[in-house]
C-alpha cells in the first residue's frame, strides 16, 4: 500500500483554495480558446475553376509577393461529379513549378527561353484515384502541390489531368500559401509560453534548492522532466524553422513535439498506478518497461512518419504520405490500436483506484494520514487531468497538429492546454513550506518503517547502553560496599 507521507501544497489547501486554483486553471485555458477563435485565418487562396470533360485539362496559374513568413505553399483540387454518384475516376495529375526571386509577369513560352529568370523547382507526375460519395455529387480532395517557401518569391504552376475514362468533373483548384499574420500570431505566443516556462522554471529551481532531488516524490521527479520537456515543446528555435529553408530544425521540432507527448501520455499513466503500487515493487522489469513500451511505439509512428513525409516532400512537391508512403495506412491503424488500448488501461486504472481507496477506508485503514493525502491528490490530479487527457488523444487520433489541418484555434488551444497542465502540476506539487521536518520524510510507507525501525534499533542500543553503564556502576557500588564492610570487620577485631 502506497502512504506517502512527505506533505505537498495540494494537502494543505481547502475548498476555497482548490477554487481558486481551478478557476484560474480553466480561464487560461477559456482565454486561449477565445484568442484562438478570434485569431488570425491559417491561408490566403487563390481559386481556379475548370471542367474536365476532355482527356486533358491544363491550368495555369502566377503567384506573386511570396515571402519566407509565408512559410509553404500548397495547391488542393476540389472535385464535383455532376453524373454518376459513387465513381471511382483514376487521373494523371502533371505538375511543373517554377520559381523567380524578383517580380517578374511570365510571357507565353518565356519559361522555356534559355535566359528566362524563372527557373524549373520540379517537374512531376503522378497517379491519382478520385474516389466520389455514392450518395452525393462530391468527391473528395486532393493535395496536388507541396512546396517549402525557400529563396523565391513569385511561383508559376502549370498542371495538367490527364485520364483515359469519360468523365464529367468539375474542378476547383486553390493555390494556398499561410497568412504571414499567422506566422507572426504563432511566434508570438510560442515565446510568451516559453518566457512563462522559464519563469517557472526558475521559480521551482529557487523553491525547491533546499531539498535534495533523491528526497523528492515521484510527482516532483517527473515535473521536472516535463517542465523541461515543455520548453522544447513550445520550441525557442520556431523563427529559424520559418526564416530558413533548413531540414534539420524541422526534424528537430518534430523530435520536440513527440517526446513531450510521449512522456506526457507515460506520465499519466505512471502516476494513476503509483497510487495503487509501494515503491519497492515499482521496478523496471515490472513496472516501468511495459508501460514504456506501447508509448515508445507511439512516439517512433509519430517521428517516422512526419520525418520520412518531410524529406520527400523536399523532393516531390506532389508527394502524399496517404497514398505515396508503401505501408502508410497499415502504421496508421497500429497506431490508433495501441491508442485505443493505452485508453481501455487508463480507464481501467482509473476504476482500480476508485476500488482501492473504498475498499482502504471501509477496512479503517486509513488511520495514517498518508492515505488522506493520496485520495486527494488523486481527485484532484483526475480532475486537473481530464481536459488535457482528451485534447491530446482527439489530436493523435485527428492528426491535427499536421501543419496543414491545424489553424491559430488548434494552434492556441492545443498549447494554452498543455502549458497550463504543467503548469498547474508544478505548483500543486510543489513541497509544503509548514512542513518543518519534510526533509527527514520518506515516500512510501515501506521505507517509513524501515527508518522507525532504524530509529527503534538506534534507541535499543543506547537503551542497552544506559542499562550496561548502570549495571556496572551497581557493582562498583557494590564491590565498595563490600570494601568497607571489611574494613569495619577488621576494626572490630582489633579493638576486641
Known amino acids: ?9 495540494i494537502d494543505e489547501w481547502k475548498k476555497k483554495n482548490l477554487l481558486i486554483f481551478f478557476g484560474i486553471f480553466f480561464f487560461f485555458i477559456l482565454l486561449g480558446f477565445i484568442i484562438g477563435m478570434s485569431g488570425p485565418k491559417k491561408y490566403n487562396s487563390v481559386s481556379v475553376d475548370s471542367y474536365l470533360r476532355s482527356s486533358n485539362s491544363k491550368i495555369e496559374i502566377q503567384l506573386n509577393n511570396i515571402s519566407r513568413i509565408n512559410q509553404f505553399l500548397f495547391v488542393e483540387g476540389f472535385f464535383v461529379n455532376s453524373v454518376t454518384y459513387g465513381v471511382k475516376v483514376p487521373i494523371t495529375f502533371s505538375v511543373e513549378l517554377y520559381g523567380t526571386k524578383k517580380q517578374h509577369s511570365k510571357e507565353w513560352g518565356e519559361i522555356y527561353q534559355q535566359n528566362s529568370p524563372w527557373k524549373m523547382i520540379s517537374n512531376t507526375t503522378h497517379n ?7 450518395e452525393t455529387s462530391s468527391c473528395e480532395s486532393q493535395i496536388l502541390v507541396y512546396e517549402t517557401i525557400n529563396q523565391y518569391s513569385n511561383f508559376y504552376f502549370k498542371i495538367n489531368a490527364e485520364f483515359s475514362e469519360l468523365t464529367d468533373l468539375f474542378q476547383v483548384v486553390e493555390f494556398n500559401y499561410v497568412n504571414s499574420s499567422m506566422t507572426v500570431f504563432e511566434i508570438l505566443f510560442r515565446y510568451f509560453f516559453i518566457i512563462l516556462t522559464l ?11 533546499q531539498y535534495s532531488f ?10 521536472s522532466l516535463l517542465v523541461i520537456s515543455l520548453l522544447l515543446f513550445n520550441n525557442p528555435f520556431y523563427p529559424i524553422i520559418t526564416l530558413s529553408n533548413s531540414s534539420f530544425f524541422r526534424i528537430l521540432d518534430a523530435l520536440f513535439t513527440s517526446t513531450f507527448f510521449g512522456l506526457l501520455l507515460y506520465f499519466i499513466w505512471i502516476k494513476l498506478d503509483s497510487f495503487r503500487y509501494q515503491k519497492f515493487k515499482r521496478t523496471f522489469l515490472k513496472f516501468y518497461l511495459p508501460r514504456s513500451i506501447p508509448i515508445l511505439i507511439l512516439m517512433i509512428f509519430f517521428f517516422i512518419l512526419y520525418v520520412y513525409g518531410k524529406f520527400h516532400e523536399m523532393d516531390d512537391p506532389q508527394y502524399q504520405q496517404a497514398q505515396d ?5 497499415a502504421l496508421k491503424w497500429l497506431h490508433n490500436i495501441i491508442l485505443n488500448l493505452y485508453n481501455l488501461f487508463i480507464l481501467y486504472s482509473i476504476i482500480r483506484n476508485y476500488i482501492y481507496f473504498k475498499q482502504t477506508i471501509n477496512n479503517q485503514i486509513h488511520e495514517n494520514e498518508g492515505i488522506n493525502y493520496n485520495k486527494k491528490r488523486f481527485n484532484f490530479f483526475l480532475l486537473v487531468s481530464v481536459l488535457p487527457f482528451f485534447t491530446l488523444i482527439i489530436l493523435l487520433f485527428g492528426n491535427f497538429l499536421h501543419e496543414l489541418k491545424y489553424s491559430s484555434f488548434t494552434f492556441l488551444f492545443t498549447y494554452s492546454v498543455c502549458n497550463a497542465y504543467i503548469i498547474a502540476l508544478s505548483i500543486a506539487f510543489l513541497p509544503s513550506k509548514k512542513d518543518k521536518n519534510s526533509e527527514d520524510f520518506v515516500e512510501d510507507q515501506g521505507a517509513y518503517n524501515k527508518k522507525k525501525i532504524n530509529q527503534q534499533t538506534s534507541s535499543d542500543q543506547e537503551l542497552e547502553g544506559n542499562l550496561i553503564s548502570q549495571d556496572s556502576q551497581s557493582d562498583s557500588n557494590y ?7 571489611q574494613d569495619l570487620s577488621e576494626i572490630e577485631k582489633k579493638e576486641k
Open 479 to 485: 564491590k565498595s560496599i563490600n570494601l568497607e564492610q
Open 1 to 9: 500500500m502506497y502512504l506517502s507521507t512527505r506533505k505537498l501544497k
Open 128 to 134: 491519382r484515384t478520385i474516389l466520389c460519395n455514392p
Open 199 to 209: 519563469f517557472i522554471i526558475v521559480y521551482l529551481t529557487r523553491y525547491t534548492r
Open 214 to 223: 533523491h528526497n523528492f516524490l515521484i510527482e516532483q521527479k517527473w515535473i
Open 325 to 329: 508512403t508503401p505501408g502508410y495506412m
